[in-house]
Structures are given as structure tokens and as C-alpha cells.
T-cell receptor
Framework: KAGVTQTPRYLIKTRGQQVTLSCSPI?????VSWYQQTPGQGLQFLFE???????NKGNFPGRFSGRQFSNSRSEMNVSTLELGDSALYLC????????????FGEGSWLTVV | SQQGEEDPQALSIQEGENATMNCSYK?????LQWYRQNSGRGLVHLIL?????REKHSGRLRVTLDTSKKSSSLLITASRAADTASYFC???????????FGKGITLSVRP
């Protein structure tokens, strides 16, 4: 069974641009969540989607958004990029999101210059 | 905000020794999960322990949970150089996939 797949793995963007990251969950998993990891703030929850609906949201500005498709694949978008958005963005999936093991992908490294 | 606090922040041991890492958290939880992260890579799930469980084993890993003290420990026995990584505890509090992570412990295993 394939794990959580994230694309792209690495990308460099300029301040003010926008970026879209993609995540394919483990087959059969309907819950997809996103996390941001930085040296200063550590791992922080961005949002969770379940059956195409946002079920939970972390404390991030509206520039961070996401969506989930009917096949459970998910995308997250960051608009008007700032230098501080440079981070490792991790996608995670779980079977139903209820006390289940949560599996992470390899992440997308975003550098904003 | 961080829910968990891992202790110690860094640990250096010799191959073959045991490594014990501790995690404390602040609120009531449904479960606690431990993850490993190698430099620049994603998180690898190690073990999940539910709030009604006290101890779980998986290979060389042993996890305990004390909900009265709001703390958990991860023991890695007979450590190997390949165990060198950062280790995180993460707590789940509801019927969703939101995890709250600690700052992590850097484990170095010297060959």
C-alpha cells in the first residue's frame, strides 16, 4: 500500500507569489490534515479535511487555505507569500480521524525568497 | 501552541544502551502518538497509545502513559546508530485528526 504522497517535494517562490501543494492520502483514508513545521514554531496544525469538508482549523491567517476532492486527495494554497512562510509542510492521513493512527508524508519544502 | 513538552531536549547515548524520552502534556487527551523524524524528512509513526491504556510495546519500543500525571515515556532498548533522529510526542484530544506536538527530542546514538 502506498503511503501519503506529497508533491512537489521542494520549491522556491518569491514573496508575494502564491503556492499550491498537493497531497494524496493512503488509499481508503478519508481524513487529510496539514501541518507546518518551522525551527522556531515547531509543528503546528493548519487544517483538517474529512469527506471534502473542513472539519478543523488551526490558528493561521486566511492566506492559508485548503480543499479536499471527492477522491480524498487534498491541496493547500498559500497566497501572498511571506518570508516567514518558509517551512516544511506536512500532510497526514488517517482512516476516519477518530483515535486512529495518523500517517505523514515526506513533506514539501517551501522556501520563500 | 505546544501541548507537549519533551524531556530531555537532547540525548546522546552509546549504541546498545537504552534511550528514555519523556513527554508531558497539559489537557485531557484521547490518545498520544510518538513519531520519529530523520533530518529533513517526514514523520514516521512509531506507536499510538490510547488514554485507557497504560503501556504498549512494539519491537524495541515501549511506551507508557500516565494520565493522572499527564505524561508519557518512550523507551528504545538496545539502541542503534540508525535510531539517531528527532522524536516527537503528539496528543489527540477529539474525534478528529488534529494533533498537538511537543518541540521534540534530538537523539544521537554513537556507534
Amino acid at each position: 500500500k502506498a503511503g501519503v504522497t506529497q508533491t512537489p517535494r521542494y520549491l522556491i517562490k518569491t514573496r508575494g507569489q502564491q503556492v499550491t501543494l498537493s497531497c494524496s492520502p493512503i488509499s481508503g483514508h478519508r481524513s487529510v490534515s496539514w501541518y507546518q513545521q518551522t525551527p522556531g514554531q515547531g509543528l503546528q496544525f493548519l487544517f483538517e479535511y474529512f469527506s471534502e469538508t473542513q472539519r478543523n482549523k488551526g490558528n493561521f491567517p486566511g492566506r492559508f487555505s485548503g480543499r479536499q476532492f471527492s477522491n480524498s486527495r487534498s491541496e493547500m494554497n498559500v497566497s501572498t507569500l511571506e518570508l516567514g512562510d518558509s517551512a516544511l509542510y506536512l500532510c497526514a492521513s488517517s482512516l476516519q480521524g477518530k483515535e486512529n493512527t495518523i500517517y505523514f508524508g515526506e513533506g514539501s519544502w517551501l522556501t520563500v525568497v | 501552541s505546544q501541548q507537549g513538552e519533551e524531556d530531555p531536549q537532547a540525548l546522546s547515548i552509546q549504541e546498545g544502551e537504552n534511550a528514555t524520552m519523556n513527554c508531558s502534556y497539559k489537557t485531557s487527551i484521547n490518545n498520544l502518538q510518538w513519531y520519529r523524524q530523520n533530518s529533513g524528512r517526514g514523520l514516521v509513526h512509531l506507536i499510538l497509545i490510547r488514554s485507557n491504556e497504560r503501556e504498549k510495546h512494539s519491537g524495541r519500543l515501549r511506551v507508557t502513559l500516565d494520565t493522572s500525571k499527564k505524561s508519557s515515556s518512550l523507551l528504545i532498548t538496545a539502541s542503534r546508530a540508525a535510531d539517531t533522529a528527532s522524536y516527537f510526542c503528539a496528543t489527540g484530544t477529539g474525534a478528529n485528526s488534529k494533533l498537538t506536538f511537543g518541540k521534540g527530542i534530538t537523539l544521537s546514538v554513537r556507534p
